[in-house]
């Protein structure tokens, strides 16, 4: 077997679709035993724990109310945060009021809001 060059590897990832690419991810994290997020996790954690006493919470959960009129638009929405597939993205807008995230610090909540409501959707974070 003849081994790939990065830019090969490049070139065969900017022809995937989203979902192709998902796939990969999972797959990657099955093979190795790892999680793509876990770094982003843990360098967000660090910073507040130094910090001393938060403020207020640190982990917070994010919860779709109700999906609004354009319920394909929250469908990708809820799709691209979560990492789900197209038909359990559309289950979870489905079973609405329906937890979308939990744990999350409420910074990251707050940018998966805004991008929940722009798509139509009504988003509660606690």
Known sequence: MAKLTKEEIIA???????????DLVHAIEEEFGVTAAAPVGVAAAAPAEEEGP???PTEVTLTLTKPGQSKVAVIKAVQAITGLGLMDAKKLVDAAPAVIKEKISPVEA???KKAL???GAEVEIK
């Open 12 to 22: 065969s990832l900017k022809e995937m679709t989203i979902v192709e690419l998902n």
């Open 110 to 112: 707050e940018e998966h």
């Open 54 to 56: 938060a403020q207020g």
């Open 117 to 119: 409501v722009a798509a």
